[in-house]
């Protein structure tokens, strides 16, 4: 398989990220027009490439998700940006 392509993770786990692939990160190709491809794994839950970079930062994630939802085509799961509500604000409560 090539790049772009997704694979569940390794050893059979039912997870929401895929094995790191190099591939540009739709967080950063949203918010910053960067299409360099970095390693980056794939979320089904927002359907999108996230680097490793990205992928521990929520509130980056849902500014991402919220301007992505204003693009045409956008297939953004239900449930999605509420589930990132919800880390932001328990990252901000482990944070205080």
């Known amino acids: 398989m090539g790049p772009g392509v997704y694979r569940p993770a390794e050893g059979g786990k039912s997870g929401l990220i895929s094995t790191p692939q190099l591939h540009a990160c739709d967080v950063h190709r949203?918010?910053?027009f960067d299409t360099t491809e970095r390693l980056?794994?794939?979320c089904p839950l927002?359907?999108?490439?996230v680097c490793t970079e990205c992928a521990p930062n929520w509130?980056?994630?849902l500014k991402?998700?919220?301007?992505r939802r204003l693009e045409p085509g956008?297939?953004?799961q239900e449930g999605y940006i509420e589930t990132l509500e919800r880390e932001?604000?328990?990252e901000r409560h482990t944070n205080s």
């Open 30 to 32: 949203i918010l910053d």
């Open 40 to 42: 980056s794994t794939y």
């Open 46 to 49: 927002c359907s999108a490439w």
């Open 59 to 61: 509130p980056r994630r």
């Open 64 to 67: 991402a998700a919220l301007k």
């Open 74 to 76: 956008a297939n953004v």
């Open 88 to 90: 932001v604000g328990n």
